[in-house]
Structure formats: structure tokens, C-alpha cells
């Protein structure tokens, strides 16, 4: 078990440009989750996955992001025409079963600065 | 709304004191749960400890123990014998049935800095 890895650890990226992130989840788990976390607040909520279905997305989640899981294995993450307010820490977690004491296994995060 | 409030932005304590981090949270369900994650530099969410709303006993786990107070809808972490390697951003949790456990509600954090 090597834990949630994601790829690539910083992104530095010119306005306008689309970005892509990974997320390897831990293998046997089902749920995968993305938060963003900006600069002196906690990680918010954007999207859940369930195997490969995206069962919920945050309204945080603007029409140039989108997420994909397919096979239900790892995920991406793409923002298209990226803009500064694009600029936090992308967290992917992942977690094995289904309640209110499910523990979350976080990743180490992709850092994006738009310049 | 569902909000965590977390007051202290930072702490400091002595190496080897306990330090009482802050966590209050505003929800109307009844049942649900809060967690306490701690972040390093290196930026990973590391798992501390969990409570129920319908534990009836407070949690430890090792060093850390949360004082749960339900009525005026606290969960402060206790960090005993402080120790460098605590020097970290600590963030308070809730994760709700409402939408079926899908996600976990966080606080700002409060950063923690433990000096020799």
C-alpha cells in the first residue's frame, strides 16, 4: 500500500493554458474525492467518485473543470483556460467504505500557480 | 449552514506542554461525525482522530484526545507532551449524512508551532 499519489506535485502554468492532474487512489478503494485548498483556508469540496460514476460535483466546480475516473481506478483532473483565481493546492483523497467515521487518505497535493 | 470554526490562525506551545487546539461546528442533523487532520508542509491531510455524535465517551488516540462537548457543539483537540514534529496546520472536520457521506466540511485550520 503506497497510499495516494498524485502527479505532478507543483504546476506553475501561463493564464489561458489548460492543466491536467493525477490521482492514484489507494487500489482496493472505491471512492475517490478532489478538494482545492487556497492559501490560508481549509480544503474545499469539489467533486466524489464512486468506482468510475461522478456522483457529486460542488458549484465550486466551474464548466472549465473537469474530472474523470475511468475504470474506476485513478483519476484527472483538467482546468481549462486556467485563470489566477485557478492558483491552490488540488488534493485528491480516496476511502474504502461508506459512513460517518470513514477515514479519508489524502494525497500529498499538485500545487497550480497561474501567472 | 453547515460551518467549522476554527478561532486560533496560530498557536504556540513548549515542547513537552499540551496545547488545546479550537473547533466549533453548526449543523441541524443529529447524527455525524468530526475529524481532526493534520497537514505538514509537505502538504498531505494526515488522519488524527475521529467522534461520533453519538459516542458517549470521549476519543484518544495515543497523544491526542478531543474534548467533545455536544450541547454547546465543540470538538477542541488536545495534543499532550508536545513534540517538534507537531509544528504543523491542524484542521477540524464534519462530515454529514446529508448527501449521502460524500464529502468532509472543513475549518480555515489553526498552525501549530511547538518551540524546544
Request: with cysteine; net charge neutral; proline share 3%.
Amino acid at each position: 500500500d503506497t497510499g495516494v499519489s498524485q502527479d505532478p506535485r507543483h504546476k506553475i502554468t501561463k493564464r489561458g493554458q489548460n492543466v491536467t492532474f493525477r490521482c492514484d487512489p489507494i487500489s482496493e478503494h472505491n471512492r475517490l474525492y478532489w478538494y482545492r485548498q487556497t492559501l490560508g483556508q481549509g480544503p474545499e469540496f469539489l467533486t466524489y467518485f464512486q468506482n468510475e460514476a461522478q456522483l457529486e460535483k460542488s458549484r465550486l466546480l466551474s464548466d472549465r473543470f473537469s474530472a474523470e475516473r475511468p475504470k474506476g481506478s485513478f483519476s484527472t483532473l483538467e482546468i481549462q483556460r486556467t485563470e489566477q483565481g485557478d492558483s491552490a493546492m488540488y488534493l485528491c483523497a480516496s476511502s474504502l467504505s461508506h459512513g460517518l467515521n470513514t477515514e479519508a487518505f489524502f494525497g500529498q497535493g499538485t500545487r497550480l500557480t497561474v501567472v | 449552514a453547515q460551518k467549522i470554526t476554527q478561532t486560533q490562525p496560530g498557536m504556540f506551545v513548549q515542547e513537552k506542554e499540551a496545547v488545546t487546539l479550537d473547533c466549533t461546528y453548526d449543523t441541524s442533523d443529529q447524527s455525524y461525525g468530526l475529524f481532526w487532520y493534520k497537514q505538514p508542509s509537505s502538504g498531505e491531510m494526515i488522519f488524527l482522530i475521529y467522534q461520533g455524535s453519538y459516542d458517549e465517551q470521549n476519543a484518544t488516540e495515543g497523544r491526542y484526545s478531543l474534548n467533545f462537548q455536544k450541547a454547546r457543539k465543540s470538538a477542541n483537540l488536545v495534543i499532550s507532551a508536545s513534540q517538534l514534529g507537531d509544528s504543523a496546520m491542524y484542521f477540524c472536520a464534519m462530515r454529514r449524512p446529508s448527501g449521502g457521506y460524500n464529502k468532509l466540511i472543513f475549518g480555515a485550520g489553526t498552525r501549530l508551532a511547538v518551540h524546544p
